[in-house]
C-alpha cells in the first residue's frame, strides 16, 4: 500500500491550503483515513481522521477551520485548511489504516509527507 500526498506549499497567515493523499496498492479495504503533522523539534501529531463510516475526529487546533473529507471509492482523503497560522508550519502526513492482499490484519501506512509553511 502508498500513500502520495500532494497539495503543500508556502501560504500567508490567514491563507488557505488544500493537501491530498491518494493510497494505492494491493488494498482490500480502507479503515481510517487522516493527517497528522510534525513541526521541528516536536513529535508528530493528529490534526485529522475520517472514519469508514464518514465520522470524523480533530485535533482542537484544527477545529473550525481544517475540514477533512474523503472519496472512499478512490481512497483519497483531503484535508482543507483555512485560516491558517504561522503555527499550522509543519510536514503534514497522511495516513491510512488499511488491509492488504498480503496482510491478514489492518495496519497503518504513512505518506512521504508535504510541507505547509505558514508566514506571518
Known amino acids: 500500500v502508498q500513500l502520495q500526498a500532494s497539495g503543500g506549499g508556502s501560504v500567508q497567515a490567514g491563507g488557505s491550503l488544500r493537501l491530498s493523499c491518494v493510497a494505492s496498492g494491493s488494498i482490500l479495504s480502507v479503515n481510517v483515513m487522516g493527517w497528522y503533522r510534525q513541526a521541528p523539534g516536536k513529535q508528530r501529531e493528529l490534526v485529522a481522521l475520517i472514519g469508514s463510516g464518514g465520522r470524523t475526529n480533530y485535533a482542537d487546533s484544527a477545529k473550525g477551520r481544517f475540514t477533512i473529507s474523503r472519496d472512499y471509492a478512490k481512497n483519497t482523503v483531503w484535508l482543507q485548511m483555512n485560516s491558517l497560522k504561522t503555527e499550522d508550519t509543519a510536514v503534514y502526513h497522511c495516513?491510512?489504516?488499511?488491509?492488504?492482499?498480503?496482510?491478514?490484519?489492518?495496519?497503518?501506512?504513512w505518506g512521504q509527507g508535504t510541507q505547509v509553511t505558514v508566514s506571518s
Open positions: 495516513n491510512a489504516n488499511a488491509l492488504s492482499r498480503f496482510s491478514r490484519e489492518y495496519q497503518d501506512y
